[in-house]
RNA sequence: CGGGAAGUGGCUCAACUUGGUAGAGCACUACAUUUGGGAUGUAGGGGUUGCAGGUUCAAAUCCUGUCUUCCCGACCA
């Protein structure tokens, strides 16, 4: 492509509407432009990057056997009806109606239709496994889209679906399909960690994601550092180790105005670990109080898994009153109100908790001391914590879900009624899988992980150009045909070169290719009376000037080996 | 939805506190001098100050409402 009369254009300052490195770096680089919160244009240059990311997705895709199919975005509601996913998706659902009022949404995953394709081509267990995907346009109306390309509001997704007979195929299936991520994430040189995971929405048995790590991260990874552990924080196990000692006697004291942990911990001279805190919680409009470690988190997505429930709430003052919890001294004992406490709390002793009375605690607390409705692992894990497979020490990284992987089972396939006949002409669910990629937000987090001051450092796999062609005097012919004869040439050899012939001052041409993150720079300089023009890597300040002659091989060498 | 910040030429901001009819830098146009890391000078073009209402002789500025965007919390690729 050659600059001079195209779309091309960069912006000097950062715009006020990105935050994130990679949003701002991608607005003002001309590659993507926002339309609303969660929503954006992607410009050529940006495309460009896009299609090369699909085109490596796609490469290992079709190599792992899946095939590509191209799935509606518009579709009726009653589809997502069936398997009670409107229900379970909820807000996060577009919805609109056609002229008849006929309720439709746009999609935000694509099980249903998946499977009800499978429905028209499998019979018998010789028509399985296969595995399907599309690269096609989500819809899902977050809560909150931020972080440029990273939350928004419509997105491309690779989503890919497994159809097997039973659980051993799905293991195969699953497994070739991990096969195929990992390709795809190493051709995409990105920095990438997978870790276990929830199923969330999706339903099904086990889930594993793909997170790239960045500190723009917005989940939290449990790592261990002595075995390859791995864990989403929302579903790492919290193991402690009980300390014994012998229980003393269970005494009130006084604690004026000291409400939360940090305050009784430090008036009554005991460390945080030794405090249960209590969480006065909403879950159905029942008020549940939810008793962990004092220096610890609840994770409600634990809780609401122990609970079997969707959704919990903080309480609000008017359910509390319904209790004799009193908020900053509520404690378990003597607690009229339902009562889950977390599993560590069972081996602490001698602990410190509210009193339930304004200005009370009780100290050295026991188990034996109060009652409970349920117990179990609803706490989040920290660093520092004790790795639950080897008992090393956990530390936490940020990522970013770039993809996922899901053993969905049989939801869906019993729910939609696909099903196969076996070899005695029994009927069996058909076993299915699910795997996302989200493009843009690969996209993102490559820049959040590859960049300097002067802007983004793409690799080679997915840089709009591979190399660009700078010409430093436009008015100088001989420069500007050696440039144009360069950009011939390597375009002939399938070199995708980008040719930098605006009349602009050098500086600006320079700035620009790095700010666009162009790998390899070749500059058509004065130089060129002497056959010589120079090479630079945008990673390297250096440049190594090189025979007009050898430009190609050189380029093509370099490709070769990066 | 709760909490915080902000909407002024294409972009970044000033003027708002203390009302008097909008200004700078970048970008753009023309000319000149420049030309190897975002040049300089001169002269220009471009804004119903997010929208609607109100107060006032007079509103970017004060008041009310509303919309939008960003950041912090519950969702997810």
């Given at each position: 492509m050659k600059l001079k009369n195209s779309y091309f254009y960069t912006l000097r300052e950062d715009v006020k509407?990105?935050?994130?490195l990679s949003g701002k770096l991608l607005v003002r680089s001309g590659m993507i432009k926002k339309v609303g919160a969660g929503i954006y244009m992607y410009l050529p240059m940006g495309l460009k990057v896009l299609d090369k990311i699909k085109k490596i997705v796609k490469e290992e895709m079709d190599a792992a056997g899946a095939e590509e199919v191209l799935m509606p975005s518009l579709i009726p509601s009653e589809y997502y009806e069936t398997c009670g996913r409107i229900e379970a998706l909820g807000k996060s659902m577009f919805h609109l109606s056609d002229r008849f009022d006929k309720p439709f949404v746009l999609g935000p995953t694509h099980e249903e239709l998946f499977t009800i394709a499978a429905k028209s081509k499998v019979?018998?267990?010789?028509?399985?496994p296969f595995t399907i995907y599309q690269m096609a346009d989500k819809f899902r109306d977050e809560p909150r889209p931020r972080y440029g390309l990273i939350r928004v509001r419509e997105f491309i997704m690779k989503d890919a679906y497994s159809f097997d007979r039973d659980e051993k195929g799905l293991d195969i299936s699953y497994n070739k399909m991990k096969e195929a991520y990992n390709h795809i994430y190493d051709r995409l040189k990105i920095n990438y960690k997978i870790v276990k995971a929830d199923t969330g929405v999706m339903g099904g048995s086990l889930s594993e994601e793909y997170q790239a790590i960045t500190n723009i991260g917005e989940d939290v990874l449990v790592l261990c550092d002595s075995c390859d552990y791995s864990s989403n924080i929302e579903v790492s196990e919290v193991v402690s180790k009980e300390i014994k000692e012998e229980e003393k006697k269970l005494e009130l004291v006084e604690t004026p105005n000291k409400e939360s942990i940090e305050e009784v911990s430090s008036y009554l001279n005991i460390p945080k670990s030794k405090c249960v805190k209590a969480m006065l919680m909403n879950v159905n409009d029942e008020l549940v109080t939810f008793f962990i470690r004092g220096d610890r988190e609840l994770n409600l997505n634990k809780a609401c898994k122990l609970l079997k429930v969707s959704d919990i709430t903080f309480a609000d003052d008017e359910l509390i009153s319904k209790s004799n919890a009193v908020p900053g001294f509520t404690g378990p004992i003597n607690l009229n109100s339902k009562i889950v406490v977390d599993r560590e709390i069972l081996s602490m002793h001698n602990f410190c908790c509210g009193g339930?009375?304004?200005g009370y605690h009780y100290i050295n607390a026991n188990p034996k001391d109060f009652k409970y409705d349920a117990f179990g692992d609803i706490s989040n894990v920290l660093e520092g914590d004790i790795c639950p497979v080897c008992g090393g020490k956990l530390y936490f990284k940020k990522g970013i879900e770039i993809g996922n992987l899901f053993k969905l089972g049989t939801k869906y396939s019993t729910k939609l009624g696909l099903t196969y006949l076996d070899e005695n002409n029994k009927s069996f669910p058909v076993v299915m899988g699910c795997y996302g990629l989200g493009i843009g937000r690969i996209l993102a987090s490559i820049i959040e992980q590859n960049n300097d001051e002067n802007g983004i450092i793409f690799?080679?796999?997915?840089?709009?150009?591979q190399v660009c062609i700078v010409v430093?005097?436009?008015?100088n012919e001989e420069q500007v045909n050696i440039a144009n004869k360069l950009y011939e040439d390597l375009k002939s050899k399938g070199i995708d070169v980008l040719l930098d012939?605006?009349?602009?001052?050098p500086g600006v041409k320079f700035k620009d290719m790095d700010l666009i993150g162009i790998p390899l720079r070749i500059t058509v300089g004065k130089k060129v009376t002497d056959n010589i023009v120079e090479v630079k890597e945008r990673t390297n300040s250096e440049f190594t000037e090189i025979k007009i002659d050898n430009v190609i091989n050189f380029v093509s060498d370099y490709l070769k080996k990066h």
């Open positions: 509407d990105e935050e994130s019979n018998s267990y010789k028509d399985l339930n009375k304004e690799p080679l796999s997915i840089a709009p150009y430093i005097d436009t008015k012939d605006r009349e602009e001052r």
